[in-house]
């Protein structure tokens, strides 16, 4: 997507005699207006065992009574991410990324802003799993922690 963006928004100040970037941007342009492509079965296979590892790994940090706040804060930025992949769109820029989240799903963008604003490390644990398991839900991920290895399909004879 961020390569994408770049050529479709961008501006090209010198191009080579044959127009490769003139080329590119307007490849860059058309694809920016179509969805990402679909994730594969093992991509979202891949992002249900993730999040449900950040999950696990929370629920640890819980128990052992460990505040494991970089653990916590990238858990919630994946989790946002992910949200946005598995609804087959672009990921918005960094700077947009709430922006954007906050139309898609309000409630959702609730608890990022409470993680964000609690001080309390315990409650940011607890806002982020809520999060993850909210996007699992919303997703119809089973959250079991499995990676399923999908088998090669067979090649044409």
Not at 95 to 109: G, T, Y
Request: aromatic fraction near 10%; charged fraction near 25%; charge should be positive.
């Amino acid at each position: 997507g961020v390569t994408t963006y770049m050529f479709a928004t961008g501006y090209i100040l010198r191009d080579n005699p044959s127009g490769v970037l003139k080329r590119l941007t307007k490849m860059a342009k058309k694809n920016w207006d179509k969805r990402p492509t679909r994730l594969s079965k093992q991509d979202v296979s891949f992002i249900n065992y993730d999040i449900s590892t950040y999950i696990q790994d929370i629920k640890d940090c819980i128990h052992d009574n460990n505040p494991a706040l970089l653990l916590i804060n990238y858990a919630v930025n994946e989790f946002v991410n992910y949200h946005f992949k598995l609804n087959g769109e672009w990921l918005p820029r960094p700077k947009d990324r709430l922006d954007v989240f906050a139309k898609e799903s309000k409630e959702a963008f609730k608890i990022v802003l409470n993680v964000n604003q609690s001080h309390d490390w315990k409650t940011k644990a607890k806002l982020a799993i809520k999060l993850g398991t909210m996007v699992g839900k919303k997703f119809n991920l089973n959250l079991d922690g499995q990676l399923y290895i999908l088998p090669k399909p067979k090649e044409a004879k």
